[in-house]
């Protein structure tokens, strides 16, 4: 395995990883706000696009800040247990 498989490999679960975390995501009593909803669904759009096209031999390249981008970000989906708002509030 080289440098650039792993790169492509990592990146295609780091991807799956947030699209998971934002698809199972319950408001749990929390007020529902269309837009944040249709942002989530787009995003999880998105991040699950990515490794379906590593999968497929369809994305050949990652470049290491952004595996490291799409880290961050898994982490901030994560952390806020996938509630967008929440990941990404400015306060």
């Given amino acids: ?36 909803a249709w942002l989530a669904y787009i995003f999880i759009l998105a991040a699950a696009y990515i490794p379906f096209r590593i999968w497929f031999g369809h994305y050949t390249g990652v470049d290491p800040a952004e595996l490291l981008i799409n880290f961050m970000v898994c982490i901030a989906v994560w952390r806020a247990n996938g509630n967008i708002a929440q990941a990404f509030n400015r306060s």
């Fill in 1 to 36: 395995m080289n440098w650039e498989s792993l790169l492509l490999n990592a990146n295609a679960a780091v991807c799956m990883l947030i699209a998971i975390r934002l698809m199972f995501f319950q408001r749990n009593g929390r007020r529902h706000r269309k837009v944040l």
